[in-house]
């Protein structure tokens, strides 16, 4: 109801009840005039009234409640408006899986390499909520930067085909693992390598060390076998959009064919 036609109705209510207040006191008049014969109508006259007095009062309050109670309504409704166009779009962003960052791409690399057991790893599970200990310096998480509907809509029809954002999406955490990997792989001490990876983590560390791959995180083509990103007609016309979009460059050194994640501009 709006407020104006509640203000409104309520003067209704009490016009009516001062109509009834003019007619009990006519009726008063009336009882001094003939007190023998209306002494008993006009007593339950006057309780009836006393009644409706009360409901009167009740009323007026339970409205001026309700008056002071729609500015705040009309509030929260425009707050929940906003914040569900902001999940909208956040939605239209993120794809409907998104792996744990750290316990993903840290599980994976850890199995890649076989690492040791440490007594730190024992306790995992009790560190849980303590704040991550800070990173190495020189060595950051691989970047994960989505694309958005907008962008994938400004790809050219012949190359977008009939790729899905959240297909995009999803292969772009598949190479952050991937980077992820090749990251342990490079920082990794030699005695906790596993003795058939410690060639292919010298190979690494020769390729980081060039002018085009040094400071930037990558992964090789071999490296790709899913989940979500594989070498089908798929997989590649989602790593020529990525190109596009910026979220990838490729080089070859030697005989690999490496894959840089970028910064998008």
Do not use: W
């Not at 003019?22 to 007190?35: G, K």
């Not at 199995?111 to 024992?122: F, Q, R, T, W, Y």
């Not at 977008?160 to 001490?189: C, F, G, H, W």
């Amino acid at each position: 109801m709006d407020i104006k036609d509640a203000g409104s109705s309520l003067d209704s209510l009490v016009s009516s009840f001062n109509t009834r207040i003019s007619e009990i006191q006519q009726l008063v008049v009336a009882r001094n005039m003939y007190p023998a014969s209306s002494v008993s109508d006009l007593s339950a006259i006057d309780s009836a009234l006393k009644v409706l007095e009360l409901q009167l009062h009740k009323i007026k309050i339970r409205m001026r409640e309700e008056t002071e109670a729609i500015p705040k309504a009309k509030k929260l409704i425009e707050a929940s408006l906003q914040q569900q166009k902001k999940l909208q779009n956040l939605s239209s962003v993120i794809p409907s899986y998104v792996p744990d960052r750290v316990t993903k791409t840290t599980d994976d690399a850890t199995k890649c390499l076989n690492l040791e057991p440490s007594v730190e790893d024992s306790f995992v599970s009790l560190k849980l909520e303590e704040p991550a200990p800070k990173e190495k310096k020189g060595r950051v998480s691989p970047p994960l930067f989505y694309i958005s509907s907008d962008e994938l809509n400004s790809v050219p029809l012949y190359m977008k085909q009939r790729i899905t954002l959240e297909k995009v999406n999803a292969a772009i955490n598949d190479m952050a693992t991937y980077a992820e990997a090749t990251s342990q792989l490079l920082t990794a001490p030699r005695k906790k390598l596993k003795e058939n990876l410690v060639e292919r983590a010298m190979e690494l560390r020769d390729i980081a060390a060039t002018e085009t791959v040094k400071g930037k995180h990558f992964f090789l083509e071999t490296d790709i076998r899913g989940p979500s990103l594989k070498l089908d007609n798929t997989g590649k016309a989602i790593l020529t959009l990525l190109r596009h979009l910026g979220r990838i460059s490729e080089t070859r050194i030697g005989h690999h064919r490496v894959i840089l994640l970028l910064r998008p501009h």
